[in-house]
């Protein structure tokens, strides 16, 4: 049965990457709650308070680094992208070596001004954990649900 939610949007990656999946989790566990509520308080760090995104990377059932995004600072890599500044994801793979991200996790999670927003990844984002083997990415939608990606 083809869920229209499941229906892969046909968008082509600047290294011609097709879009994953974005799926609803059947059931969420209070483990991954635990960590998109650490990506929210990490959002809260943000220094634009206009835009609040935080980002945790877990391995093993240990955060093994955090991030924010920056309005004011941006990153060789994303030059050229429609959103060239530091993205939380982006900020929490730096300096972490190669090897503890592959097969690691990453919670990304935004919060507006009364509730929680959308904090699904951008193209750029994704390519870079796709890189690095990050292996699924969870994050907030609008009213606080939670989606995913498997990018394995
Ligand atoms: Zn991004």
């Known amino acids: 049965m083809e869920n229209s939610r499941n229906i892969k949007k046909r968008i082509r990656y600047k290294d011609n990457e097709e879009e994953p999946a974005t799926r609803q989790p059947m059931v969420l566990s209070e483990r991954h709650r635990r960590y998109i509520r650490y990506a929210l308080r990490r959002a809260n760090d943000a220094p634009d308070q206009m835009f609040r995104l935080g980002c945790v990377i877990v391995k093993h059932c ?81 009213g606080g649900g939670i989606e995913y990606m498997d990018l394995r």
């Open 62 to 142: 240990a955060v093994i680094s955090s991030g924010t995004n920056n309005m004011k600072k941006t990153h060789p890599r994303a030059i050229g992208y429609d959103y060239p500044f530091l993205h939380a994801e982006l900020d929490a793979m730096i300096g972490v070596d190669a090897d503890i991200l592959h097969g690691s996790t990453i919670y990304v999670a935004r919060q507006r001004a009364s509730s929680i927003g959308l904090a699904k990844p951008c193209s750029f984002c994704l390519a870079q954990m796709r890189k690095f083997g990050i292996k699924e990415v969870y994050y907030t939608t609008y």
